[in-house]
Structure formats: C-alpha cells, structure tokens
C-alpha cells in the first residue's frame, strides 16, 4: 500500500524525514511528487506515471486504507532496494533505484 512518493536529489536527514511524514513538506532538492489522489500526476516534475498491471487508485485515504494497491498481474517495479516498516501503527517504505 502507497500514500505518497516523492524523489530528491539529494540525501534527507532523520529530522527531514520524519517531518514530512508528519506533513511538514521539505521541498528543497524535491524533483518529482506523485500524491497519487485520483491519478499519476508528478505535480513537481511532470514525470507522470502510467498505470501497468493490475492497478487500483482510490481518491481518499486514512489511516486504515491505501490510496493504491497492487494485485501483480506483472512486476513493474525495479529498484535497488526496498525496505518497509510500521511504527504505531503507520507503514512506512522507502524504495531506492540508484541513477
């Protein structure tokens, strides 16, 4: 399940992550912004995204439910790394593809 993605180009620290977890955006070095809320639009970059496989977008969230979900028909994501995890209840993931 996916909120929002957002790529910089440049390293954050813990402070800065964890602020714009809590919705205190950190714009400087933001190249591309998907809230995914309806649709794929990068609304920094114009990097918007095309939906491959079997993909739902879902206009609301909560904390109980996702914007997206994936039922892999096909794999569409190639990464570096991945890493996932949930505090109090929150789920959080990173997906890093080196350049």
């Known amino acids: 399940a996916i ?3 957002k790529y910089w180009n440049a390293a954050l620290t813990d402070a800065q992550v964890l ?3 809590n919705e205190i955006p950190y714009t400087t ?7 995914m809320n309806g649709d794929y639009v990068d609304s920094v970059g114009g990097e918007d995204g095309t939906s491959v496989g079997d993909n739902i977008l879902h206009g609301t969230y909560s904390e109980f439910t996702s914007r997206w979900r994936y039922s892999p028909a096909s794999p569409v994501l190639l990464a ?13 993931a990173m997906v890093i593809k080196a350049a």
């Open 29 to 35: 070095n933001l190249i591309a912004h998907w809230d």
């Open 80 to 92: 570096d790394e991945f890493t996932s995890f949930a505090d109090n209840g929150t789920g959080y």
């Open 19 to 21: 602020d714009d977890s």
């Open 3 to 5: 909120s929002d993605v």
